[in-house]
C-alpha cells in the first residue's frame, strides 16, 4: 500500500490489522472538493463509518466537518482537531444529556429527527439561555435501492419527519424558544450506487424548501446526506464530482444553486482506502465443505455477519506453484456459525499465509466489538513510505479496565 510493503505490517505489528492509505482518503474527498469547486458547501464527515482518532485528524485538517451520532463520537471529533462549528449532529434518539453537551461546545446544527425531540432540544437549550439551531431530516420517501438494513428514506423507516408533515413540524419549530432553524436535511440510505435516488429526493427536499420559506421560515442551508457507494465486488458506483454535476445542474435549475451546501458522505470516503491483514491460521477440509480458518473474525469485520456483505479477499502474497486451489468458507474463531468473511472462495493458501479483506475501511473498525474477549485490530495509517500506527492492538487488560469484581 503506497510505499510499504503490506507483509512486513504484518511481521511487524502482528493480524489482524487494518491498514489505510492516506493518499486513497484524501483522492476520495477531493472528488467531492471539485464537485463543490466555486459553491457554498461543506463537507461533514459523517465519522461512524471509521471513528479512529488518526483518520478523524486526517479529515480535520483537510478541512472536512463531521456528521456525528453520539457524544461519544462529538468528544472523539473534538479530541481529533475537529471545529464545533463544523459539526452536525443526526440521530432519531439523542439524549438530554448530548444535546446538553453539543450546546456546550457550539456545534453548527442539530439534524432534528421527530416532532417530541423539537420539544426537548428547545428546552434544554431554554435552560441554558442558548437557542439550538436546527434543521429537519425529511423521510422523502424514495427508495435508495440498497440493503434494507441500510435504507433509511422510506416511510417505514425509523429515520426523519414524513414528507408531508415536515411544513408543520418547522412551523413548530419556529415558535420555540430555544430553537433557530437554520437548515433542511435528508439522508436516504448507504452503499447506493444510481444517481436517480438522490435526484429524486432533492425533488422533494426543493419542493418542502418552497412551501416552508412561503411560510416565512428561511431556510439557510441544504443537507443531501451521504450514502455514496463504493466499489466491493464491482459495483460501479457514480463518483462524487460526476454524481454532483447532476445534482448541481438540477439545483441551479430550480434556483437554489446559491444556497449552502452540506452533505455528510462516510463510507465512500474511507471504505476503498482501507484492508484488514489476516493470517490464515488451518485448512480444514471437509465433505460438504472446505474451512479456512483465519485470525480475523465478526468482531472486526462484522459486515458479513450483519448484512451478508461482500469483501474480496486476496492473498497478499502469491502462494507457491506446488498448493492446488481449493474452495473455501473463510471464517474466524469466534463461537457463531454467523462467523464468516467469505463464503465459496477460490483460494491458493496454507497455514501461515496472509490474506487482505478488501474495501475494509469503512464500517468495520467501528463496528468491531470485544466478543469472545477479542482484544480489537491494531490499525496504521500508510503516509507515503511512513507507516502510523494510530491504533494499538487492544490487550486483555485494556478490556477489563472498567470492569469491577464483586
Ligand atoms: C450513516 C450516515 C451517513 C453516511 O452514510 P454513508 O453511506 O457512510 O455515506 C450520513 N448521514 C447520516 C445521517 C447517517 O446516519
Redesign the pocket.
Known amino acids: 500500500m503506497e510505499d510499504v510493503p503490506l507483509a512486513d505490517l504484518a511481521a511487524e505489528h502482528g493480524t489482524p490489522l487494518f491498514v489505510y492509505s492516506k493518499a486513497a482518503m484524501l483522492h476520495a474527498l477531493a472528488a467531492y472538493q471539485r464537485g463543490f469547486a466555486g459553491r457554498k458547501a461543506q463537507i461533514c464527515y459523517?465519522m461512524?463509518?471509521n471513528s479512529s482518532l488518526g483518520v478523524l485528524q486526517l479529515f480535520a485538517r483537510a478541512g472536512c466537518g463531521f456528521?456525528i451520532?453520539s457524544g461519544g463520537e462529538l468528544a472523539r471529533a473534538l479530541a481529533a482537531g475537529g471545529e464545533p462549528s463544523k459539526v452536525i449532529f443526526?440521530?432519531v434518539g439523542k439524549t438530554r444529556a448530548e444535546m446538553k453537551q453539543a450546546l456546550q461546545a457550539g456545534i453548527g446544527c442539530f439534524?432534528v429527527e421527530s416532532e417530541a425531540e423539537l420539544d426537548v432540544l428547545s428546552a434544554v437549550a431554554t435552560q441554558m439561555g442558548l437557542k439550538a439551531p436546527v434543521s429537519l431530516?425529511v423521510n422523502p420517501n424514495v427508495d435508495a435501492k440498497t440493503h434494507p438494513y441500510?435504507s433509511?428514506g422510506l416511510k417505514g423507516n425509523k429515520?426523519g419527519i414524513a414528507h408531508e408533515n415536515v411544513l408543520t413540524a418547522y412551523r413548530h419549530a419556529a415558535k420555540l424558544p430555544g430553537l433557530k432553524v437554520v437548515g433542511i436535511d435528508c439522508?436516504i440510505?448507504?452503499?447506493?450506487t444510481e444517481t436517480t435516488p438522490y435526484l429524486d429526493a432533492m425533488d422533494r427536499v426543493l419542493d418542502l424548501v418552497g412551501e416552508i420559506e412561503a411560510a416565512g421560515i428561511a431556510i439557510e442551508h441544504i443537507d443531501f446526506?451521504?450514502?455514496?457507494?463504493i466499489n466491493y465486488n464491482g459495483e460501479v458506483p457514480p463518483e462524487a464530482d460526476e454524481l454532483w454535476v447532476h445534482l448541481l445542474a438540477k439545483l441551479d435549475a430550480r434556483g437554489y444553486g446559491q444556497r449552502k451546501l452540506m452533505i455528510?458522505?462516510?463510507?465512500?470516503l474511507v471504505g476503498n482506502a482501507g484492508v484488514c491483514l489476516t493470517e490464515v491460521l488451518y485448512l480444514k477440509p471437509g465433505e460438504q465443505k472446505n474451512f479456512c480458518i483465519v485470525d480475523a473474525a465478526m468482531n472486526d469485520l462484522p459486515r458479513p455477519a450483519m448484512y451478508e456483505a461482500y469483501h474480496q479477499i486476496v492473498p497478499v502474497t502469491q502462494a507457491a506453484d506446488h498448493i492446488p486451489s481449493a474452495r473455501y468458507e473463510v471464517v474466524g474463531p469466534v463461537c457463531e456459525s454467523g462467523d464468516w468473511l467469505g463464503r465459496e472462495r477460490d483460494l491458493r493458501v496454507h497455514s501461515g499465509d496472509l490474506l487482505a479483506v478488501l474495501s475494509t475501511g469503512?464500517?468495520c473498525m467501528s463496528m468491531s466489538s470485544n466478543y469472545n474477549t477479542r482484544g480489537r485490530a491494531a490499525e496504521v495509517l500508510i503516509d507515503g513510505g511512513r507507516a502510523h500506527l494510530i491504533r494499538h492492538r487492544e490487550t486483555a487488560s485494556d478490556q477489563m479496565r472498567s470492569e469491577r469484581l464483586l
Do not use: M
Not at 446526506?225 to 457507494?229: A, D, F
Open positions: 459523517a461512524k463509518a456528521d451520532v443526526s440521530g439534524n431530516r441500510i433509511t429515520f439522508h440510505g448507504s452503499q447506493i446526506g451521504g450514502g455514496l457507494g455528510e458522505p462516510g463510507r465512500s469503512a464500517y
